[in-house]
């Protein structure tokens, strides 16, 4: 089984459309966080969410946000997308301590 | 605010050298450290981990020691194998906060 699931692995769309990328962890963590990873492999802290809170990094743009239906789920939207949005986005997910994080098999998101 | 700092890539090596990517860190505390590996088209996958100072982790053969006078956790293996290729991440965690992550270092193994 899985344990931390992305959908789609891939998505190309053209600039300005809004599209979603889904995540769900079956490991009864309580926290999910949604990382950007860019051309040069730097991953950057986008949301960290539990049940409790929202967490957002300052630099990600509003177009960006989260959505948690359950616990085990915690998607992301993105709106107005633009060519610098392109890059590869890493759903994971750990428990409240920080034990260790279980990440997903990422979604590349070219925007063309 | 919390940050990792590792040496910069990539790093060519030869089958069976000794292996060391080094690991600093900046932090409030005392956090949990871990070293993380990505293969090509993958996710990133728990490779060691530390929780304390002087704890060492290991697995597959690559070692971390948690140095809290030094703020290190450097990553050492005796001999690397082709198949180690990949690009390996430093990362700190601190409680009620987020991981924070190296740039990566890529490693290549010639065989």
């Known amino acids: 089984d899985t344990a931390v699931s992305q959908t789609p692995k891939y998505l190309v769309t053209q600039m300005g459309n809004d599209k979603s990328i889904k995540c769900e962890q079956n490991l009864g963590h309580d926290t999910m966080y949604w990382y950007k990873q860019d051309s040069k492999k730097f991953l950057k802290i986008m949301f960290s969410y539990n049940n409790k809170e929202l967490i957002i990094n300052e630099t990600v743009p509003n177009r960006f946000s989260p959505k948690s239906p359950d616990k085990a789920h915690l998607n992301l939207h993105i709106n107005s997308l633009e060519l610098g949005d392109s890059a590869v986005y890493f759903c994971?997910?750990?428990?409240?301590?920080?034990?260790?994080?279980?990440f997903g098999q990422g979604t590349r998101l070219t925007v063309v | 605010g919390d940050s990792v700092t590792q040496m910069e890539g990539p790093v060519t090596l030869s089958e069976e050298a000794f292996l060391t990517i080094n690991c600093t860190y900046t932090?409030?505390?005392?956090?949990?450290l871990f070293w993380y590996v990505q293969y090509p088209g993958e996710g990133l996958q728990l490779l060691l981990k530390a929780t304390k100072a002087d704890d060492k982790g290991s697995n597959k053969g690559f070692e971390a020691t948690y140095r809290k006078e030094t703020t290190s956790f450097h990553l050492e293996k005796g001999s690397v194998q082709v198949s180690d290729s990949a690009v390996y991440f430093c990362a700190l965690y601190n409680y009620g906060q987020n991981f924070v992550f190296g740039p990566g270092t890529r490693l290549s193994v010639l065989p």
């Open positions: 994971a997910s750990s428990h409240a301590g920080g034990t260790e994080a279980f």
């Open positions: 932090a409030t505390g005392y956090p949990s």
